[in-house]
């Protein structure tokens, strides 16, 4: 596709439930990240990955988090027992070798 | 280490100037603006890197000192489609994370 992809672009789930997120990045980036959006706050690095290279998690916020790109391509980040605190919108970006970041429209769950 | 942004908000009539400032506690690599409108995704503005660059298109330019490890974003004769939350983002190395800013609101009026 001509941008990136983030599916599913809405999720309702109950507390304690598992979610996936997924992220079909433009064609040809490399580069990968993951943010999280809470309501009116900024962007919260989750999880970069760049080529082969092993991905940066550094900014993941509890091990019920984990992420993972097959291929160099999709990326799925799973969230495990889901809590309130998790409800936002997940945003997920591909970088041009440019440098440039291309956002997707993000993916907004909601942990009730 | 996030980069920290001046001012948090500002409000201006359609036609006055806004400066945006983002300056880090690390050396810089290169310095990022996005522009993010209410519910949509973030949008690239422009990147500098380091060696005191300076980038513009139209009314919208912005500036690097990485002496100061800051940069600044002009908006000039500002335009009603000009509002959103603006964020930097830094690199130290050039191949880690991007890091952003907590972004500044900007609300342009008629």
């Known amino acids: 596709g001509a941008g990136v992809s983030q599916s599913p672009s809405n999720k309702v789930t109950e507390k304690g439930k598992d979610v996936e997120l997924r992220c079909d990045p433009i064609?040809?980036?490399?580069?990968l990240y993951w943010y999280r959006q809470s309501l009116g706050q900024g962007l919260e690095f989750l999880i970069y990955f760049q080529g082969n290279s092993a991905p940066d998690k550094s900014g993941l916020p509890s091990d019920r988090f984990s992420a993972e790109r097959t291929g160099g391509s999709v990326s799925t980040l799973t969230i495990q027992r889901t809590q309130q605190e998790d409800s936002a919108v997940y945003l997920c970006?591909?970088?041009?070798?440019?440098?440039?970041?291309?956002f997707g429209e993000g993916s907004r769950l909601t942990v009730l | 280490q996030q980069p920290v942004q001046s001012p948090q908000a500002v409000i201006l009539r359609e036609g006055e100037d806004a400066v945006i400032n983002c300056s880090s506690s690390k050396a810089l690599y290169s310095v990022h603006w996005y522009r993010q409108k209410h519910g949509e995704a973030p949008v690239f503005l422009m990147i500098?890197?380091?060696?005191?660059e300076q980038k513009g298109h139209e009314k919208i330019s912005a500036s690097f000192n990485e002496k100061k490890q800051q940069s600044s974003l002009y908006l000039t004769a500002s335009q009603l489609s000009y509002s959103g939350t603006y964020f930097c983002?830094?690199?130290?190395?050039?191949?880690?994370?991007?890091?952003f800013g907590t972004g500044t609101r900007l609300t342009i009026i008629p």
């Open positions: 970006a591909s970088r041009r070798n440019t440098g440039e970041l291309f």
């Open positions: 500098l890197l380091k060696g005191g």
């Open positions: 064609s040809g980036h490399t580069a």
């Open positions: 983002g830094t690199l130290t190395t050039g191949r880690e994370k991007l890091t």
